[in-house]
């Protein structure tokens, strides 16, 4: 790739999907609550509109695509439900446990940026404590006051409060500001894809095999020179990037 950036600084992680298996996990809580109104089961081309978008409008888009007779409010409501027994089943997908020690080994930054509400968040985690304490305090959820109101992904917001929790701890060490240019961006969903983008950071593009279905080529067309595609965060070269 010509536009491969030469001087990675920090990594910042979509966490869905892109590091956590939870995908499947909404997947199959999705499909349960749609039978509750004889609909679904929750399809990738569905899917694919959903993911990494915040709850709210996540919300809106399922109520439409299957016409289901409740607000958006009851609809959060029984899928809090129907997920929360789900939480503790929650692991790490291939590669990611591993990278993320490798670069905190290697005192490379790193940051977590994800749409789940703080409350999903500790849900998904609370047993998981090994790989999201190497985030220390750089983790951003989506109801995170210090992103907009409406300015979730695919708006870049969230890697700018990332990379600004990462700059002001450097700053308290003496340590030069890092610029959105010299981080990598991990995603999985083309709404982080694209928000990873207008942020100006390369994005490390990890699709569910079910998307690449559903896109048939059409994600070489969303990536282009902003970032490249890989099938799993154990394939991920470091060495391509001088990590």
Same mark, same amino acid.
């Not at 089961?41 to 709210?56: E, F, H, N, S, Y």
């Not at 490249?228 to 001088?242: A, P």
């Given at each position: 790739?010509?536009?491969?950036?030469?001087?990675?600084?920090?990594?910042? =992680?979509?966490?869905?999907?892109?590091?956590?298996?939870?995908?499947?996990?909404?997947?199959?809580?999705?499909?349960?609550?749609?039978?509750?109104?004889?609909?679904?089961?929750?399809?990738?081309?569905?899917?694919?509109?959903?993911?990494?978008?915040?709850?709210?409008?996540?919300?809106?888009?399922?109520?439409?695509?299957?016409?289901?007779?409740?607000?958006?409010?009851?609809?959060?409501?029984?899928?809090?439900?129907?997920?929360?027994?789900?939480?503790?089943?929650?692991?790490?997908?291939?590669?990611?446990?591993?990278?993320?020690?490798?670069?905190?080994?290697?005192?490379?930054?790193?940051?977590?940026?994800?749409?789940?509400?703080?409350?999903?968040?500790?849900?998904?985690?609370?047993?998981?404590?090994?790989?999201?304490?190497? =985030?220390?305090?750089?983790?951003?959820?989506?109801?995170?006051?210090?992103?907009?109101?409406?300015?979730?992904?695919?708006?870049?917001?969230?890697?700018?409060?990332?990379?600004?929790?990462?700059?002001?701890?450097?700053?308290?060490?003496?340590?030069?500001?890092?610029?959105?240019?010299?981080?990598?961006?991990?995603?999985?969903?083309?709404?982080?894809?694209?928000?990873?983008?207008?942020?100006?950071?390369?994005?490390?593009?990890?699709?569910?095999?079910?998307?690449?279905?559903?896109?048939?080529?059409?994600?070489?067309?969303?990536?282009?020179?902003?970032?490249?595609?890989?099938?799993?965060?154990?394939? =991920?070269?470091?060495?391509?990037?001088?990590?």
């Amino acid at each position: 790739m010509s536009n491969v950036p030469a001087n990675i600084r920090a990594c910042l =992680f979509d966490m869905d999907g892109t590091i956590l298996n939870t995908e499947d996990i909404y997947t199959e809580a999705s499909s349960e609550l749609l039978a509750k109104y004889g609909k679904g089961p929750m399809t990738w081309d569905v899917k694919i509109k959903l993911q990494g978008r915040p709850g709210p409008e996540a919300t809106k888009i399922m109520i439409q695509e299957y016409d289901l007779p409740i607000t958006p409010q009851e609809f959060i409501a029984e899928s809090i439900k129907v997920q929360e027994n789900k939480w503790a089943r929650t692991k790490f997908l291939p590669g990611a446990l591993e990278l993320l020690k490798y670069l905190k080994e290697n005192e490379i930054p790193i940051a977590l940026g994800t749409s789940s509400n703080s409350i999903n968040y500790q849900r998904k985690t609370q047993h998981l404590k090994e790989g999201f304490e190497l =985030f220390g305090d750089h983790i951003v959820t989506g109801d995170d006051e210090r992103i907009p109101p409406g300015k979730g992904k695919p708006n870049p917001h969230i890697w700018f409060t990332c990379l600004d929790s990462l700059n002001t701890e450097r700053q308290l060490k003496g340590l030069d500001s890092i610029k959105i240019e010299e981080c990598l961006i991990f995603e999985d969903g083309i709404p982080g894809v694209i928000s990873g983008q207008n942020a100006n950071a390369y994005v490390i593009w990890i699709p569910d095999p079910n998307a690449l279905e559903i896109l048939a080529g059409k994600e070489h067309e969303i990536i282009g020179d902003k970032g490249e595609i890989i099938s799993s965060l154990h394939h =991920f070269d470091k060495t391509k990037f001088s990590l």
